[in-house]
């Protein structure tokens, strides 16, 4: 069943009777595990309390744009960062207006178009207003924009009118925000994918390294497994928790990475590696702590194995995807990787930009293929991977639900 463990919810309310089943909306939301942060309008405000949608959702609730106070806990480009989804409920007729002509004026609207997520509305309003030729083209213009849209449901409405304009039942709203993470793109498919760095032992208490944290590759797990993929995860030492429904698979160094790679290639339809492989290790690796002693010392190194080439040189090799981090010539280099290492598919990212890459919450990639590419601008990690998973699953054949 579709779920939102691990999943940070945007929950925007606008000012409309339907605010009520708010609080409602975020008792189901942190029911299927969303972290849930509410964004008021100031209409919203005068139907129902802050209060209450922060004793829900156990998080303060966000309303003013400009408001040093506010900014300075989290502010609206680290909330729009934050969620992996922005939910607007209810949405008014006003709202979708100024959704639809992109105004940022008040916190909502501004967080609206800072954010890279997802975007799901469940407009609620009464059936003319519903209806009005107006209404009708900001609602097909935000669809044409990606928008996601919920209901409104048919009935008896606030007002004494019967028609559409209803709000969705938070339920049925909620269970929609979940099934916007399972794509099914991959149902069924075996992915495994490394992650993180490795460890090089020089002694029993020291290694060769490097700063990968492993996020950009539990990020493509996550969104694998909601794209329904039994996906494995083989990774480094890093300190992120494991994503729901991911067989995590612990390792040091590449050699070992290696192994569990090979282990699992016969059954693997994708696989994709995201590890900062150390290129090379040790060629001794002392039994006892090394003493310090000597001014100088020499390291002698051996080259490692690249495990992704390896795995796309086999016989029975996965759809296999890579990745490029270069500092200059980017497309060259990644084209060259694409080549040389004989893959499906390579991504490319400029990691002399440092606010993508290695470390950052977000990435920016380029992705190559024998004829063809694709840019894919910057966003959170999360994003990005939502996307690369699409186009393995498009340059696999595999149609979307
Ligand atoms: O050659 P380079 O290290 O730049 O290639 C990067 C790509 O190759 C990444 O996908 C990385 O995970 C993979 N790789 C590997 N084994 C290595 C080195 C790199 O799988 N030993």
Known sequence: MAHLFNRNVVLGVSGGIAAYKSAELVRQLKELGADVRVIMTRGAREFITPLTLQALSGRPVHSELLDTEAELGMGHIELARWADLLLIAPATADLLARLASGRADDLLTTVTLATASPKLLAPAMNQQMWRDPATTANVTALAERGFHLIGPADGEQACGDVGPGRMEQPAAIARAAADLFSSGLLAGKRVVITAGPTREALDPVRYLSNHSSGKMGFALARAAADAGALTTLVSGPVQLPTPDHVHRVDVQSAEDMLRECLDRVPTCDIFIACAAVADYRPVAVAGEKIKKGAERITLELQRNPDILATVSARADA????????????????????????????????????????????????????????????????????????????????????
């Not at 010539?329 to 990691?351: F, P, T």
């Not at 601008?377 to 699953?393: C, P, T, W």
Request: no cysteine; charged share 20%; proline share 1%.
């Open 318 to 401: 996965p759809f296999t995807v890579g990745f490029a981090a270069e500092t200059s010539n980017l497309l060259a280099y990644a084209r060259g990787k694409l080549e040389n290492k004989g893959v499906d598919m390579i991504v490319a990212n400029d990691v002399s930009n440092s606010t993508i890459g290695f470390n950052s919450e977000n990435n920016a990639v380029t992705v190559l293929w024998a004829d063809g590419s694709k840019d894919l601008a910057q966003a959170s990690k999360a994003a990005i991977a939502r996307e690369l998973i699409a186009l393995v699953a498009e340059r696999l054949g595999l149609a979307g639900d």
